[in-house]
């Protein structure tokens, strides 16, 4: 990993509102008003990372931007990072090549007219992916994205033209201007807390956040001890850790690693600290 500054924890908030629902076909009251939650929680969530002095990287769907307007504009005027995260937070393997671009610049589009924010980064919904979505994200000028896992806390540089052949060795295709900020799904507070039944199963969610979060510092404390100088990215829904204990546990893990040394950075400023570390290209109409 090139040279970075001080090691650094990305908090990021996907603020799905009722997209997500949406996308899964799910538009009566019940799923709606969990969808609802993520906007009521915006406000506290906000008046933490102000007590704070941290500023976090919001990826917010287009959809959210169009229906709770007031919500991103405060998002944007706190000084935070607003990233894509699709328009209806529609996996973007079910979206060819046009629809997929189509979906990004619609979203684009949005968050400019609500907030007046040119987004740079990029996270898909659901973490999905295409082996078109880097071209897609390079095409409209995202200097970033952060939805794949390859590594735990070394950014790289997204690839094209990967070949998977199951009868053959998987071949690496050639890295791209993207940086990636990679994320897990055990640094993601959804499927921690988050209850959801489903017609194939259910998602139990509702653990308990101290457990949760002496996890998430765990990475962290080891980050600080092997890889000085890594990334962290952790990734929370608004309405998901909006819930009363769960802020008290956000709080007190947000407060064991001010006392640590590193850095809270949003995505976009992390992603150009790596590229100049590391010497990389810079994408176009950056």
Same mark, same amino acid.
Request: charged residues 20%; glycine residues 10%; contains cysteine.
């Given at each position: 990993?090139?040279?970075?500054?001080?090691?650094?924890?990305?908090?990021?908030?996907?603020?799905?509102?009722?997209?997500?629902?949406?996308?899964?076909?799910?538009?009566?009251?019940?799923?709606?008003?969990?969808? /609802?939650?993520?906007?009521?929680?915006?406000?506290?969530?906000?008046?933490?990372?102000? /007590?704070?002095?941290?500023?976090?990287?919001?990826?917010?769907?287009?959809?959210?931007?169009?229906?709770?307007? !007031?919500?991103?504009?405060?998002?944007? !005027?706190?000084?935070?990072?607003?990233?894509?995260?699709?328009?209806?937070?529609?996996?973007?393997?079910?979206?060819?090549?046009?629809?997929?671009?189509?979906?990004?610049?619609?979203?684009?589009?949005?968050?400019?007219?609500?907030?007046?924010?040119?987004?740079?980064?990029?996270?898909?919904?659901?973490?999905?992916?295409?082996?078109?979505?880097?071209?897609?994200?390079?095409?409209?000028?995202?200097?970033?994205?952060?939805?794949?896992?390859?590594?735990?806390?070394?950014?790289?540089?997204?690839?094209?033209?990967?070949?998977?052949?199951?009868?053959?060795?998987?071949?690496?295709?050639?890295?791209?201007?993207?940086?990636?900020?990679?994320?897990?799904?055990?640094?993601?507070?959804?499927?921690?807390?988050?209850?959801?039944?489903?017609?194939?199963?259910?998602?139990?969610?509702?653990?308990?956040?101290?457990?949760?979060?002496?996890?998430?510092?765990?990475?962290?404390?080891?980050?600080?001890?092997?890889?000085?100088?890594?990334?962290?990215?952790?990734?929370?829904?608004?309405?998901?850790?909006?819930?009363?204990?769960?802020?008290?546990?956000?709080?007190?893990?947000?407060?064991?690693?001010? !006392?640590?040394?590193?850095?809270?950075?949003?995505?976009?400023?992390?992603?150009?600290?790596?590229?100049?570390?590391?010497?990389?290209?810079?994408?176009?109409?950056?």
């Amino acid at each position: 990993m090139p040279d970075m500054p001080e090691s650094t924890v990305c908090l990021t908030f996907d603020f799905d509102a009722i997209s997500s629902w949406l996308a899964r076909g799910q538009a009566s009251p019940g799923p709606i008003s969990r969808g /609802e939650f993520g906007a009521h929680a915006v406000p506290r969530i906000l008046k933490m990372l102000r /007590e704070r002095g941290i500023t976090s990287t919001f990826f917010i769907p287009g959809h959210t931007v169009e229906t709770y307007p !007031e919500q991103c504009a405060a998002i944007a !005027e706190a000084g935070h990072e607003i990233a894509l995260h699709g328009y209806l937070h529609e996996p973007v393997s079910t979206l060819d090549p046009a629809a997929e671009l189509a979906t990004v610049l619609r979203a684009r589009g949005a968050i400019r007219k609500v907030t007046g924010y040119e987004a740079r980064g990029n996270r898909t919904p659901g973490w999905d992916f295409t082996t078109s979505t880097v071209e897609v994200l390079l095409e409209v000028g995202c200097e970033y994205d952060s939805s794949l896992m390859a590594t735990d806390y070394t950014p790289y540089y997204a690839r094209q033209g990967d070949e998977a052949d199951p009868d053959g060795p998987y071949r690496f295709g050639r890295p791209t201007p993207l940086v990636e900020l990679p994320v897990s799904w055990s640094l993601d507070d959804y499927p921690y807390f988050e209850f959801r039944q489903t017609a194939s199963g259910v998602l139990p969610g509702l653990r308990n956040p101290d457990g949760v979060f002496g996890n998430w510092l765990g990475d962290i404390d080891y980050m600080l001890r092997e890889e000085p100088g890594g990334v962290c990215v952790l990734t929370c829904h608004p309405q998901v850790i909006g819930r009363g204990h769960r802020m008290l546990g956000l709080e007190r893990l947000l407060d064991a690693c001010l !006392e640590r040394p590193l850095a809270f950075r949003t995505c976009l400023d992390t992603a150009r600290a790596f590229r100049s570390a590391s010497g990389g290209p810079e994408p176009a109409g950056s």
